[in-house]
């Protein structure tokens, strides 16, 4: 069946099974790797991309489910890695291994188009994915740094 959708602004258009996961559309017939599995249950959040704006494990959603949906994955975030989470990722040596990294990142982008000044709580709510190096208190000082970048960006581009 013809599935068509957008993928970090570009039309695509795929011939696959409806049933397939987002995770493998994107993976094994777009190329788009960067995209994690991990447990392949909706667990651990290694898949995560946003599908219109929403942070989703992408593993357990049908392709069909995002017809015609706008899907952002890590390679969207940022054309050159300059977004203020990436920035503030690397500053702060948030990943050890970096196996979860793509989606930890994809979950902060949502949270802080969600919730553009996060408190410690906040944080905690939202950001569900599981990390196993347990960089859990660096990504929660990357996150508070990143958001205070963009919301100066912000003010500085309304002045």
């Not at 970090?8 to 995209?35: A, E, F």
């Not at 989703?56 to 975030?77: F, H, K, N, Q, Y």
């Not at 508070?144 to 960006?153: G, L, N, S, W």
Request: glycine share 8%.
């Amino acid at each position: 069946m013809k599935i068509d959708f957008r993928v970090n602004g570009k039309p695509q258009s795929v011939d696959v099974d409806p049933q397939t996961p987002v995770l493998w559309v994107l993976r094994d017939y777009l190329g788009m790797t960067g995209t994690k599995f991990g447990c392949g249950i909706a667990q651990c959040g290694a898949c995560t991309v946003h599908i219109n704006g929403s942070a989703t494990r992408s593993c357990v959603v049908p392709i069909e489910a995002a017809a015609g949906a706008d899907i952002r994955t890590i390679e969207g975030l940022s054309p050159d890695t300059q977004h203020p989470l990436q920035r503030a990722w690397l500053d702060l040596n948030v990943p050890q291994c970096g196996y979860c990294q793509a989606g930890m990142l994809m979950a902060a982008a949502a949270l802080l188009e969600q919730i553009p000044s996060p408190t410690d709580a906040d944080i905690d709510t939202y950001m569900t994915n599981i990390c196993r190096c347990g960089t859990y208190p660096r990504v929660r000082a990357a996150i508070h740094k990143a958001a205070k970048e963009i919301q100066q960006r912000s003010t500085a581009r309304s002045a």
